[in-house]
């Protein structure tokens, strides 16, 4: 199997995600053949996503309009301007960000054959 799917009982996870579909089988006495269970991809969270310079650049332009009123009203960045700020985020978020957190996507059903019980040893 591939290293990036995972496994589980229950769509959302909430179980737990398995690297390997025997391990699921053999931690689930309940499942039998036939059952549906999830499978998906799993993915390092890089957390990239989280803030942006169209953020900072949002923030900057409210807090413009607090401080100044009306005449803040115009408070804009260029699109090279944001840009930059991206790509200064990204750098900053890829040198301090917490690692080792992943998220899985992609999440489709899987019915379970007499097969995967037998490769699981079960």
Do not use: Q
Not at 28 to 38: Q, T
Not at 53 to 59: F, L, Q, S, T, V
Not at 77 to 102: C, Q, R, V
Not at 103 to 113: K, R
């Amino acid at each position: 199997m591939s290293d990036n799917i995972v496994w589980s009982v229950d769509e959302d996870g909430a179980s737990g995600w398995e690297h390997e579909i025997g391990d699921l089988i053999l931690s689930h006495s309940e499942l039998e053949p036939g059952r549906v269970v999830f499978r998906g991809v799993c993915s390092p969270f890089t957390g990239f996503d989280l803030v942006s310079g169209d953020d900072i650049a949002e923030m900057a332009a409210e807090r413009a309009w607090d401080e100044l009123g009306e005449i803040g009203e115009n408070w804009d960045y260029s699109k090279e301007a944001i840009a930059e700020l991206d790509s200064l985020i990204t750098g900053w978020l890829g040198k301090h960000n917490p690692t080792g957190y992943l998220f899985v996507e992609m999440v489709t059903e899987y019915t379970l054959t007499k097969a995967d019980f037998e490769e699981a040893g079960a």
